[in-house]
């Protein structure tokens, strides 16, 4: 045992016993700080050292995409296993001054010290690239990606640099797989415009189509038919490309009928979501619809922001099932 005089009070300290509690106060704040499934820092990390930090740093929040589909189809075991992965193939793209947490679920918030503008989307490109290359032991048809959105954090407190990386994160997310930051917004908006989903309007009214279009075309992308033959050339031009169809039902030549008969007999219902837009409200027209395979049901008049909502849940629900369905076969 070590003896040392305090020099304030001329007491002895027990110098080893002293180390050995710091040390046991130092391995339980690791174990109080660590993420148990990845082994990098956890959400209480952030709210004790890392919320009021004011340091210039790079910010950026990283989700894994259709992360609930592996959950759902492999099980939760494999889940886990990809989040350590993920973590790793992030760590070993980072310096030991940066900073890396799990900040809920499939999210990660990373911080990187003293990042410059000029670098900081090369890092969240390096990284992302690294997470496509990496493969899944036991199952290497499983590919991942992640959506990453990324800010320069330099005057104010790392909350708000949080809070835009994260909005842009999901701005990222709408289309899957990309990495958007601050610095090159006009780059993402022409991305963004060319990944647009695709939408078929059908109605041999010009100015119902109109209407719909300005209601949707900020988001989607807009084909347009002017009745039920035309539609018939779209659907073959562009097959699968199409994420939603908005169809009327009475039009001159063939009718909404027959299209949907059509889009049946071609294997395309199943995979192509229909919602009808209509001015017939009759209980046989709407049975018939649904009897044939159409995912909802709109009437005229409509409030526009709930003909936005149904499309946009619609399309959504339809894109998880195509990336599902992609999921399963690649198994």
């Not at 002895?12 to 174990?31: A, S």
């Not at 999210?107 to 503008?117: C, N, T, Y």
Request: glycine residues 6%.
């Amino acid at each position: 045992m070590e003896l040392v005089k305090h020099l304030e009070n001329d007491t002895l300290i027990d110098t080893d016993g002293r180390d050995k509690l710091v040390g046991k106060l130092k391995g339980y704040q690791d174990k109080l700080y660590i993420d148990p499934v990845t082994g990098v820092y956890n959400r209480r990390y952030f709210e004790d050292e890392i919320r009021n930090m004011q340091n210039s740093a790079g910010v950026a929040m990283i989700d894994l995409d259709d992360f609930k589909l592996y959950n759902d189809i492999y099980g939760h075991d494999m889940g886990d296993q990809v989040l350590c992965i993920v973590a790793d193939v992030i760590k070993n793209c980072i310096r030991k001054t940066d900073k890396l947490i799990r900040y809920g679920g499939d999210e990660f918030l990373l911080i990187l010290s003293d990042m410059v503008r000029g670098t900081l989307r090369g890092k969240l490109l390096q990284i992302q690239e690294a997470i496509e290359n990496a493969t899944i032991p036991n199952c290497s048809r499983l590919k991942l990606t992640a959506s990453i959105g990324g800010v320069i954090s330099e005057d104010g407190q790392i909350d708000e640099a949080i809070a835009k990386a994260d909005q842009l994160m999901y701005k990222a997310k709408d289309h899957k797989a990309q990495v958007i930051t601050e610095c090159d917004k006009t780059i993402f908006k022409k991305e963004k415009i060319q990944n647009k989903p695709k939408i078929l309007i059908v109605d041999d009214s010009e100015f119902n189509r109109a209407i719909l279009k300005e209601i949707l075309e900020e988001t989607y992308e807009i084909i347009e038919a002017d009745g039920g033959n035309e539609a018939l050339h779209k659907i073959d031009e562009y097959g699968m490309k199409i994420s939603l169809v908005l169809l009327d039902i009475i039009m001159r030549e063939k009718d909404g009928f027959e299209v949907l008969k059509y889009m049946e007999e071609e294997r395309l219902i199943s995979d192509i979501p229909v919602i009808i837009i209509s001015s017939e409200d009759s209980a046989n027209y709407i049975r018939r619809a649904y009897e044939m395979g159409v995912s909802d049901y709109i009437n005229r008049p409509f409030d526009a922001n709930i003909v936005y909502q149904r499309v946009s849940n619609t399309v959504k629900l339809y894109a998880k099932q195509r990336r599902l369905m992609a999921m399963v076969t690649r198994v």
